[in-house]
């Protein structure tokens, strides 16, 4: 199996070789961009399996960045994960809410941002076991990682296809925000439960586009649940 290519981002000389010597040690195929406008030339090169994107750069910052990688057909399912420096809630919303999938705060430990990034690599591969899974107009289908109503594609990204994946699982069960965790993230991932809320509005607006939003149901006090009753 090749190994997963990873695009750094990051203006500063001295993060960025200190991450691409982590990454190339843990065995990845790195290339790397000092800012934004260089990232996108890379990337139409070659599509990375990640992208490791400092928030603060020159010129487009990261959080343009990002939406602009969401607004691309080609491009809008590439796991993110965003390095920023801000440390307060709101900032961090900010990031996940443009369309990272994951945020690591500086200054981080080498160990763990591998771990980051080799728990978001696993949630954005489909399992090679599950079958096809179909509730009320939805279809999830994880051999091809597609999500369809009608024979259309529902686009989402990577985390939001696991949450999915979990819920038409379990069907009228309630998760709560940590055991979604559990399930998506892992039992040792380094991630607010309040992250969880917002990839749920993230599936949502997915689903809103094909008439499904109501699907993800909120239970107050406790938590989540699919239903595809009203």
Request: proline share 5%; aromatic share 6%.
């Amino acid at each position: 199996m090749n190994p997963s290519k990873i695009l750094v981002v990051e203006d500063e000389p001295a993060i960025r070789e200190m991450v691409l010597l982590s990454l190339e040690r843990a065995g990845f195929d790195v290339a790397q961009a000092g800012d934004a406008e260089e990232a996108l030339l890379k990337l139409a090169d070659d599509r990375p399996d990640l992208i490791l994107l400092d928030w603060m750069l020159p010129g487009r910052s990261g959080l343009e960045f990002t939406r602009r990688i969401r607004r691309d057909e080609h491009m809008r399912r590439i796991p993110i994960i965003m390095l920023t420096a801000r440390v307060e809630e709101e900032a961090k919303i900010l990031g996940l809410e443009s369309g990272a999938d994951d945020y690591v705060t500086k200054p981080f430990s080498p160990r763990e941002l591998m771990a980051r990034i080799k728990a978001l690599l696993r949630r954005s591969r489909p399992p090679e076991v599950d079958g096809p899974l179909s509730l009320g107009a939805l279809s999830l289908d994880s051999m091809s990682h597609r999500v369809t109503v009608s024979e259309k594609t529902v686009d989402m990204g990577p985390t939001e296809f696991r949450i999915l994946q979990v819920f038409m699982s379990h069907p009228e069960r309630v998760f709560s925000r940590a055991q979604l965790l559990d399930h998506v993230w892992g039992h040792h991932a380094y991630v607010e439960e309040r992250t969880v809320d917002v990839h749920i509005l993230r599936l949502r607006q997915a689903l809103s586009e094909h008439g499904c939003r109501h699907y993800i149901q909120t239970v107050r006090g406790a938590g989540y649940r699919f239903s595809v009753q009203g």
